[in-house]
């Protein structure tokens, strides 16, 4: 690897893989919506652009050999045309890019939820397929991405998608400032019992294994085709972690439990209700967080 382009390379994820590839001999460049100090003050080039426009994909996919695709519309609300515009168009065109230009590989970023079909899942692994009953546009949108980037896969051009599981650390400007944000505000509560595990993934492991997936890819090509599930094999009582964490900003830990139908019933029924008013801000519960 020498030339390196990081699409999505200002975001929680993506600056945790520029800042693991620079100073390894190589030239990075970051491509995002935005402008990016935080990336530009390590001495990398950022170009503002939507990959839902060809033209500007086209751009950025020239001159490489390395394609880390990390962009996306995260969250579980929204239409479905916003999440197919950002998630699927969009990773269509920089495929298509990435074989115009003779780009030789490509990490796609994806996620669990692709295989999460509202079941529990106890130490899955990548046989699993694709769910049949998506809860969430994201987890539909980055599932047929994510295919399309592997059934591309080919000795032109070698793909791998890495499915990273509850990502957190230092800069999280997701998963923690939320659940603060909403402990604080009083809107949390234990669905279930409280004794459901889950794994959670620090985000510098999160960049080594995307920078691992293309080395390899470079050489043996093993993980060409493939999706792997980044976790730590560590898992946490996730109600347990959450209180930690509200315990050491000094948040009042949670207690008050709802029962799981009960909020998977709610959660649909606030989403059908969403959608027929046509309200765009989230609901507090979904059956996707139920």
């Not at 976790?231 to 964490?245: A, D, F, K, T, Y």
């Amino acid at each position: 690897m020498k030339d390196i382009l990081v699409i999505g390379g200002g975001g929680f994820v993506g600056s945790a893989i520029v800042k693991g590839l620079i100073n390894k001999d190589v030239i990075v460049t970051v491509a995002g919506r935005s402008h990016y100090p935080h990336i530009e003050k390590l001495g990398v080039t950022c170009f503002k652009g939507d990959i839902a426009d060809p033209t500007f994909v086209d751009t950025i996919c020239r001159n490489v050999d390395t394609v880390f695709h990390v962009a996306a519309k995260a969250g579980i609300w929204g239409s479905w045309s916003e999440y197919e515009a950002a998630n699927v168009t969009g990773t269509k065109n920089v495929v298509q890019a990435c074989l115009k230009h003779k780009v030789e590989r490509l990490v796609y970023t994806s996620t669990p939820s692709v295989v999460f079909n509202k079941e529990n899942i106890i130490n899955g692994d990548e046989t699993l397929d694709y769910s049949d009953a998506f809860l969430c546009n994201y987890a539909k949108s980055k599932a047929i991405a994510e295919k399309f980037v592997l059934d591309h896969n080919s000795g032109a051009l070698k793909t791998c998608a890495i499915r990273p599981h509850l990502i957190w650390g230092p800069h999280d400007p997701h998963l923690i400032p939320r659940v603060v944000e909403r402990a604080r505000q009083g809107k949390l509560k234990i669905v279930g019992d409280g004794t459901n595990k889950v794994d959670i993934t620090y985000i510098d492991n999160v960049a080594h294994a995307h920078i691992l997936a293309a080395k390899e890819l470079a050489h043996e090509a093993r993980c060409a085709g493939k999706a792997y599930f980044i976790g730590q094999e560590e898992p946490v009582v996730l109600w347990q972690w959450i209180n930690e964490l509200l315990k050491d900003v000094s948040v009042v830990e949670i207690s008050k439990k709802v029962n799981f139908r009960l909020a998977y019933l709610v959660g649909g029924l606030l989403e059908l209700i969403y959608k027929g008013l046509k309200i765009e801000s989230e609901p507090q519960m979904t059956r996707f967080l139920a």
